[in-house]
């Protein structure tokens, strides 16, 4: 795996966002499922454990059908399981510090290294009787399941597996219990294997977007803007990337008035043009972590050598709503309190901040608490009201909205998304940030 992470770090190192880019190598689909899996595995060794001995149960059940897997089932299956095989019912008994959690799949086959089967359909072929037969025999006082009333990652049990899971239990089923924390802990928590490739996979995309946003592939007054849309999408597909979401690429341009998401005055799909500002969401993921990330650039004019000292100024105040934002990340706190202080420190830096951050992982929109939308900038009942935990990873999704002299005093919206980790005590970014506008065409520069 040494190897595997040296390639990915390595690969595609960048001078600034700026100047200088370099497409990313990245390894061999074997080696991805080689490295896929000693996460996964690292997760249930170390985080599992962890997470259940603070929630305080003894037992933790999953089950999981074909096509219709519990999210926290789907992001402990093997790389070279596409989808959980029949009905699988994942089984974690906590037996004390000394003899660990012991790990079990009631399933006809065992589930790669990571679940041995604990099920032999010839011997017993009901597998709810097998299931029932484990709880008892081990006599667990709490039994966590996933039910969850806010957080769809934590709600990953139907209605009639869990209707059939406590008919067969009988009068063990009064011991289970609903924690959004025990799926939300196991899915949140980033563990420093996991960290030690993640800047690797963070760099492809600052590898990739820049490239996108060149005179490699954007020609003024003859690119649109779903041209750069599909480059995007097919070199994701060569890199055999995830493409979790379908990129964006969108333009503000002098007279075009206020930026408002879901609200664009231009045509659809259109022509990008020297002058403009354009602006790139772009998510992808590999080794069953996902990367979000949004950057700017400009097109420059004929004779120009630089962006205008206004949009340059811009995305500075971006920058200064970023730092606000991390100055204000505090174990414990809940994601509202984080947006509160926040704003209140962005506003008193001089900017006109729009938040709406959100947990990267193993999901793009990932377990954790929501700090704002960007419809609303005010708390958020129930998934704003989850604490802050150590060890997670954060997408800085955020704005500021600034007037821009040169376009008339323009309300212009400065869009960056950038990931980072948060340990604790401190926050850093994955592989830095845009601090500068990429310029197209970067001779000009």
């Known amino acids: 795996m040494k190897s595997i992470i040296t390639a990915m770090a390595l690969a595609a190192a960048t001078a600034s966002f700026a100047q200088d880019y370099q497409r ?19 997760r249930l060794d170390s985080v599992v454990p962890r997470i259940m001995r603070e929630v305080g149960v003894d037992m933790w059940i999953l089950v999981a059908s074909e096509y219709n897997e519990d999210p926290v089932v789907k992001a402990m299956l093997p790389a070279t399981w596409m989808s959980a095989r029949r009905r699988m019912v994942l089984i974690f008994h906590d037996r004390g510090p000394e003899k660990g959690v012991e790990r079990l799949a009631v399933s006809r086959y065992p589930v790669g290294d990571l679940f041995p089967a604990a099920w032999n ?12 037969q484990l709880v008892a025999e081990r ?35 009064s011991r289970l219990e609903s924690h ?64 979790w979401c379908q990129p964006s690429v969108s333009i503000q341009r002098a ?52 962006a205008p000292a206004g949009l340059k100024a811009g995305i500075a105040a971006a920058n200064r709503v970023q730092d606000a934002l991390i100055a204000s990340y505090r174990t414990g706190l809940t994601g509202n309190e984080i947006l ?38 005010g708390p958020t009942a129930g998934r704003g009201d989850y604490p802050l935990h150590p060890d997670t990873a954060w997408s800085i999704e955020l704005a500021a909205v600034s007037k821009v002299p040169e376009w008339g005093g323009q309300e212009v919206r400065f869009a960056l998304e950038v990931d980072g980790f948060f340990d604790g005590s401190s926050f850093r970014w994955i592989d830095g940030r845009q601090t500068q506008l990429l310029l197209i065409p970067r001779a000009g520069r």
């Open 255 to 306: 007279g075009m008035g206020p930026a408002t998401p879901g609200r664009q005055t231009l045509p659809e799909n259109p022509v990008i043009l020297p002058g403009d500002l354009l602006h790139v969401d772009f998510c992808a993921g590999m080794l069953g972590l996902k990367t979000d990330t949004q950057m700017l650039a400009y097109v420059l004019r004929p004779g120009e050598t630089d």
């Open 139 to 173: 006599d667990p006082q709490r039994i966590a399941i996933n039910i969850s009333g806010e957080f769809a990652l934590a709600n990953g049990l139907t209605v009639g597996e869990h209707r059939q899971l406590v008919t067969a239990l009988g009068p063990l089923a």
């Open 121 to 132: 359909p010839e011997e017993q072929p009901d597998q709810w009787a097998r299931v029932a």
């Open 24 to 42: 990313p190598a990245v390894p061999p689909l074997r080696d991805r499922a080689v490295a896929h899996d000693r996460l996964v595995k690292a």
């Open 180 to 243: 959004d924390r025990m799926a939300m802990g196991v899915l949140e928590t980033r563990t420093p294997e996991d960290m030690a490739v993640y800047q690797g996979i963070m760099r492809v995309a600052h590898a990739l977007i820049p490239e996108g946003l060149s005179e490699k592939v954007i020609t003024p007054g003859v690119t649109t803007t779903q041209d750069v849309v599909w480059w995007y999408r097919e070199r994701l597909a060569d890199l055999r990337q995830d493409a």
């Open 340 to 377: 509160g202080l926040a704003r209140e420190r962005a506003i008193a830096a001089g900017t006109q901040p729009i938040i709406y951050t959100h947990p990267i992982g193993l999901h793009g929109h990932a377990a954790g608490t929501s700090i704002g939308f960007w419809d609303n900038q």
